[in-house]
């Protein structure tokens, strides 16, 4: 794994030695940032369930979608979680990753019906689609709009054609 210490306690606003007190070793540092993001996740999905039993099927389905940008999966935490499926993820994480993709496909389900969704969108797509779109990408000066602009196309062409 390339991931760089230095890097992550900058984006954390933080020293390298705060990084070190309270992470014990980068392999701690990963399994936080996972458990977290999967918490984070389960935490939209139940939002979602309490939100679809009254709530209008596509603000309901937008603000999850949203909800997870927000989190800004990128490609790296994908690469993470999936390093640590191969390599031996702890069985907590498992059973929180697995909640956390059952609580997805239950959204996109849900969403498929009200056809905001095409039937060959699965969450594994879905959530590429997410990582893709919430990459780290050079800041563009003079148009703030465009990480929202480019999540709600992404909302737009997940419908069937």
Known sequence: RDL????????????????????????????????????????????????????????VWTSFVRGIAQLRPGVDLLELTSAMAVNGMPADLLALRQEGLLGVEEALADARVVGLVAPEVNTQRFLLGLATITRPLPHHEGDEGWERWLIETYIRGLRPR
């Open 4 to 59: 760089k210490l230095s890097a992550v306690a900058a984006a954390a606003g933080v020293g390298i030695a705060t990084l070190y007190r309270n992470f014990a070793s980068q392999e701690e540092l990963i399994l936080a940032v996972v458990s977290d993001f999967g918490q984070r996740i389960l935490e939209l999905v139940d939002q979602r369930r309490q939100a679809a039993s009254t709530g209008d099927p596509e603000e």
